[in-house]
T-cell receptor
C-alpha cells in the first residue's frame, strides 16, 4: 500500500520567519504527482503547490517552494516570510493518498 | 463558478438511520471522489469514480455506497449509520483522464456528520 508520512503533527513559528514542513512517501512507481494542500479553519481544502515526479526542478509558488528528493522519496514544503493567514493544517499527498497533516500556527 | 458543492453541510443521525450526501461539480471534470477526515488520520479515500459510469473502492469503503448519477453528480450513501461513521466528509473532483488522477483535486466545503 502507498503511504504518506508527515512526522510533525504541530509546528509554530513567528510571523515573517521561514518554516519547513516534512513529508515522505512510499511508492514503486516512477511517474506520479505530489501535492501540498492547505486547510484553514474554514475547512476548505486548497491546493498550495504540486510537483510532477519526472520534473527535476523544484516547484515554486510565490512564498511557497518544495524540496523534492525523488531518490529519498521526500517532499518538503518551505514557507518563506510566513504570514498570519498561513495558519492552517497542511496535508501532503501522493496522488490520492494523504498524510495525517501538520498543524501550523503563525505567531504574531 | 460554484466549483464543488456538497449538501448537507451538517447532519445528525441516529444509529441505524440512512442518509445520502450529495455532491455536484460544474467544472466538467471526469473524476470524482469521496473522502472522510478524522482527527489524527488525515483524509482517507472512501470511493472514487474515474469517469462517468464507473466507481471503485478506496481505502475505507465498508458501510458506504456510491452512485455516479451523471458526469456532474456523485452521491455517497450510508445505509445503516454507525457511530464510527461520525466524521467530516469531503467530495472532490479532478480533470481525470487516462489515469485516475490527472491534476489537482478540487474540494467541496465538507459535510459534518454525527451519528449518535
Amino acid at each position: 500500500a502507498q503511504t504518506v508520512t508527515q512526522s510533525q503533527p504541530e509546528m509554530s513559528v513567528q510571523e515573517a520567519e521561514t518554516v519547513t514542513l516534512s513529508c515522505t512517501y512510499d511508492t514503486s512507481e516512477s511517474n506520479y504527482y505530489l501535492f501540498w494542500y492547505k486547510q484553514p479553519p474554514s475547512r476548505q481544502m486548497i491546493l498550495v503547490i504540486r510537483q510532477e515526479a519526472y520534473k527535476q526542478q523544484n516547484a515554486t509558488e510565490n512564498r511557497f517552494s518544495v524540496n523534492f528528493q525523488k531518490a529519498a522519496k521526500s517532499f518538503s514544503l518551505k514557507i518563506s516570510d510566513s504570514q498570519l493567514g498561513d495558519t492552517a493544517m497542511y496535508f501532503c499527498a501522493w496522488e490520492l493518498t494523504f498524510g495525517t497533516g501538520t498543524r501550523l500556527t503563525i505567531i504574531p | 463558478n460554484a466549483g464543488v458543492t456538497q449538501t448537507p453541510k451538517f447532519q445528525v443521525l441516529k444509529t441505524g438511520q440512512s442518509m445520502t450526501l450529495q455532491c455536484a461539480q460544474d467544472m466538467n471534470h471526469n473524476s470524482m471522489y469521496w473522502y472522510r477526515q478524522d482527527p489524527g488520520m488525515g483524509l482517507r479515500l472512501i470511493y472514487y469514480s474515474a469517469s462517468e459510469g464507473t466507481t471503485d473502492k478506496g481505502e475505507v469503503p465498508n458501510g458506504y455506497n456510491v452512485s455516479r448519477l451523471n458526469k456532474r453528480e456523485f452521491s455517497l450513501r450510508l445505509e445503516s449509520a454507525a457511530p464510527s461513521q461520525t466524521s467530516v466528509y469531503f467530495c472532490a473532483s479532478s480533470e481525470g483522464g487516462q489515469g485516475v488522477l490527472a491534476g489537482e483535486l478540487f474540494f467541496g466545503e465538507g459535510s459534518r456528520l454525527t451519528v449518535l
